[in-house]
């Protein structure tokens, strides 16, 4: 007989079952038996500064893993306080475990003190919850949350514990099997789907392979690599699947969509096959649905049967774990080679060469200026420094975008960025999730001077742990994304988004304990960067950066992807008279 524990020990006890290394949270009073429990626990708890970014670390962790990310809220405000970052994962389809605490069962619906009703408000923010009242359901539902978080498409589950569990006493019982018959997740594919799908490649003239995040989620890179050369098809990468086919690949084109470059847009509008690879037709890709890419037939495997038809309805739909399937559809083509076609070889020959010429008429500039610094100039020095290796953790806004644009990635799980929700506030978090997953690594939070600031509190974890995050705060002194829509799309009236009061950079490192730095002037970008990354711990680079500068290309919002605005609107000249 094993003997007798608590449910928190129960529960940690099965954390380190499910390999569990580290916990992002933030304690409170209900979690109390918990962290009694953690004091002297191998598994590690990481004290970040706010449960928001408990949850962005957990997110960081997984994002640049794989593994299931973990983070742990107290009740009430602890628990509310994680819910952006739930959406978040559930958004970007990120395999993380909340654990929150709940009040005592015998409270329950009594408006007791930092009573909130966690599940229901967590009902929307994950893939799946559960309210544990009881402790001789914790083993079953803590592994089977690990399960659903990283099984089929993932996400972000929730467990609430109410306080009596953690401290009731117990024998741990192991979990042999999971069983949850509403619960299907179909890996294979059809295999008559799959025949079909490695046909329509083989004929097709102008194909266009459209990949995201599912490729990284499902590990499937090197599958990717593969079917791209068998396919000899160029191939765009959603902002979530950058890095899913190395950014020196012959065959990557480029990110397609709102801010996308000139050749992956108009490769996917004039494509006569499109292949959607653990994607879902994100309206920031696809502009106006009734102009995306409308000559082509359209194969989509997901894993995820709720994505296929949601938006464009495919003509070869495959539902199956995108890696099992792109091995089945390689081992197809490899099988059965194209039979020779002139007239075929010929259209693709010139395919190829239209597509090489869009990318040559409009590449994505690393626009330079010897007066200012340009942002793109920031992000093609990071470009340089991180020779596609380093792991990148951006938050949200035109950084974001001149970051998926220029800095080039030849591994997945590398680039970390909330995609779907777009949640400011990610990413200095998330890059410390990721520099405590991955400790060997370079990494660089690029992040706003507005997002940035909804962060500074973690810099003190980030100081605690002694992180060695290179933090490069583009600074623009906006809100530079709402004032780019803002001059474009409404008279440059420009409302509330001036940032002024920014701190300084260099005290303010010096009051967590770290280095920072202030740049302005083109020629001090490189050195000071090669010196934050030289420097063994974190540091803070502010780097100003040209006040007004806009994202392009753009599509504007309901445009279709052929229609993008490439530059900044030309002076329009005045007639003589
Ligand atoms: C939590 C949150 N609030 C508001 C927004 C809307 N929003 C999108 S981009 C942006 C501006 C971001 O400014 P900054 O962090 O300075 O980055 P920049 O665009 O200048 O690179 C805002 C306010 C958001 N995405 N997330």
């Known amino acids: 007989m094993s003997t007798l524990i608590s449910g928190a020990k129960m529960l940690l006890e099965c ?46 962790y997984a994002r640049s893993t794989g593994k299931v990310g973990v983070c742990c809220a107290t009740s009430g405000p602890g628990a509310t ?13 990120i395999p993380i475990v909340a654990i929150t605490g709940q009040v005592p069962t015998r409270l329950i619906g009594t408006d007791a003190f930092q009573e909130a009703d966690t599940f229901g408000i967590s009902r929307s923010c994950t893939k799946h919850n559960y309210l544990v009242k009881k402790l001789d359901d914790l083993p079953q539902v803590i592994h089977e949350a690990f399960y659903v978080a990283a099984s089929g498409r993932p996400g972000p589950v929730l467990v609430d514990i109410t306080k009596d569990v953690l401290q009731a006493q117990g024998h741990y019982q192991h ?23 490695a046909q329509l490649i083989q004929e097709s003239e102008r194909p266009m392979v459209y990949a995201g ?40 084109i480029s990110m397609p969509g709102m801010h996308g470059s000139f050749a992956a847009n108009m490769g996917m509008y004039n494509a006569d096959l499109l292949i959607a690879l653990g994607v879902r037709f994100d309206d920031r890709v696809t502009g106006r649905l009734a102009a995306f890419a409308p000559h082509a037939k359209v194969i989509h495997v997901d894993i995820d049967p709720a994505e296929i038809g949601k938006i464009r309805t495919p003509d070869v739909p495959i539902v199956g774990d995108v890696k099992r399937v792109l091995g089945r559809i390689n081992k197809q083509m490899r099988e059965h080679p194209a039979p020779a076609d002139d007239k075929r070889s010929a259209a693709r020959r010139a395919w190829w060469r239209q597509v090489r010429g869009w990318k040559e008429e409009h590449p994505l500039q690393p626009i330079k200026s010897d007066t200012e610094i340009k942002p793109q100039h920031l992000m093609s020095e990071i470009d340089r420094l991180s020779q596609g290796r380093a792991i990148v953790a951006s938050d949200v806004g035109q950084h974001q975008m001149w970051a998926a644009q220029l800095i080039r990635f030849h591994e997945p799980r590398l ?16 890059a410390i999730g990721a520099q405590f997953a991955r400790p060997d690594k370079l990494v660089f939070a690029i992040v706003g001077d507005g997002g940035f600031q909804m962060s500074v509190p973690e810099l003190a974890t980030i100081t605690a742990y002694g992180l060695p995050i290179k933090i490069v705060i583009m600074n623009n002194g906006y809100l530079g994304m709402v004032r780019q829509w803002q001059e474009l799309f409404y008279n440059n009236r420009l409302s509330a988004v001036e940032l002024n009061s920014f701190p300084d950079a260099e005290k303010l490192a010096a ?14 970008l490189a050195p000071a960067l090669e010196e934050a990354v030289k420097h063994p711990g974190p540091y803070l680079l502010n780097v100003k950066v040209t006040p007004n500068e806009s994202v392009y290309p753009m599509v504007p919002a309901g445009g279709a992807i052929n229609e993008m605005v490439l530059g900044p609107p030309q002076p329009v000249a005045v007639p003589t008279t």
């Open 213 to 252: 995040g599912g490729i990284v989620a499902a590990g499937a890179a090197s599958d990717l690599a593969e079917f791209v050369e068998l396919a000899d098809a160029p191939a765009v990468t959603t902002l979530m699947g950058l890095g899913a086919l190395p950014a020196n690949h012959p065959n990557f």
């Open 15 to 60: 954390l380190a079952r499910e390999g569990v290394d580290c916990i992002f949270g933030y304690p409170g009073g209900v979690t109390l038996p918990l962290y009694d429990v953690l004091y002297d626990h191998h598994i590690r708890h990481v004290l970040v500064r706010h449960e928001e970014n408990a949850a962005f670390a957990a997110e960081g």
């Open 511 to 524: 009051a967590y304990g770290f280095v920072g730095k202030s740049i302005e002037k083109p020629w001090e």
């Open 175 to 197: 979990v042999t099997a999971i069983h949850l018959p509403g619960y299907k997740v179909f890996t294979e594919g059809h295999t008559g789907q799959i025949r079909r799908a």
């Open 81 to 93: 306080n994680l819910t952006t970052g739930l959406v978040d994962a559930l958004m970007d389809s």
């Open 415 to 430: 680039w970390l960025n909330s995609g779907g929700l777009g949640s400011m506030g990610f990413g200095l978090p998330a």
